[in-house]
């Protein structure tokens, strides 16, 4: 697509609950990334995804999260038993391998609440 | 390790000029790069740095010296649309290896 599209947009969820968050990345992008932004706070990095090669899980704060991404297409995180301190926007973002600066593009990202 | 800072907030008045400093040590670098972010919204690519000096786009420089560890982004001509988190991010390593962000800095623009 022309951009970085995520969904939902915003998830309130109980806490306790498992939650799957999308992303769509620009076509063509071949490495994806998910971050995550408390309130108030700078973008923390979670998952690496470069092609086909093993993910970087290396920012993966517990073993409630985990990602997947087939080829160089759709990524969904998934957040099982969420925690209140889970609550926070989740960020996507693509770039090419020989794009821009490798700069990325990033999608309108994910509100969660955990109540 | 990784450690990236900049100030947290800072105010500055329309049609003045604004500097916003970032200091970094990273484990290898390959590029610092300036994002915007306007609340509640997605950050915006803004510049991108690998060597030293500065990069002129618009009203918006930034400036990078690798030997210091420094870089600052330069907002002229500041409008009140403006006002928005200003991060910074540094790659550590070559290719498309994660940016680490810092906590970014809340610019505020008044009349």
């Known amino acids: 697509g022309a951009g970085v599209s995520q969904s939902p947009s915003n998830k309130v969820t109980e806490k306790g609950k498992d939650v799957e968050l999308r992303c769509d990345p620009i076509?063509?992008?071949?490495?994806l990334y998910w971050y995550r932004q408390r309130l108030g706070q700078g973008l923390e990095f979670l998952i690496y995804?470069?092609?086909?090669?093993?993910?970087?899980k290396s920012g993966l704060p517990s073993d409630r999260f985990s990602a997947e991404r087939t080829g160089e297409s759709v990524s969904t995180l998934t957040i099982q038993r969420t925690q209140q301190e889970d609550s926070a926007v989740y960020l996507c973002?693509?770039?090419?391998?020989?794009?821009?600066?490798?700069?990325?593009?990033f999608g309108s990202g994910t509100r969660l609440t955990v109540v | 390790g990784q450690n990236i800072d900049q100030p947290t907030e800072m105010t500055a008045t329309e049609g003045a000029i604004v500097q916003i400093n970032c200091t970094y040590q990273t484990s290898g670098f390959n590029g610092l790069f300036w994002y915007q972010q306007h609340a509640g919204e997605a950050p915006t690519f803004l510049s991108y740095n690998v060597l030293d000096g500065l990069e002129e786009k618009g009203r918006f420089s930034s400036f990078l010296s690798r030997s210091k560890g420094y870089s600052y982004l330069l907002l002229k001509e500041l409008q009140m649309k403006d006002s928005a988190s200003y991060l910074c991010?540094?790659?550590?390593?070559?290719?498309?290896?994660?940016?680490?962000f810092g906590k970014g800095t809340r610019l505020s623009v008044i009349a």
């Open positions: 991010a540094v790659r550590g390593l070559i290719g498309n290896t994660p940016l680490v």
């Open positions: 076509s063509g992008h071949t490495a």
């Open positions: 973002a693509s770039s090419g391998y020989r794009g821009e600066n490798y700069g990325y593009t």
């Open positions: 995804f470069q092609g086909n090669s093993a993910p970087d």
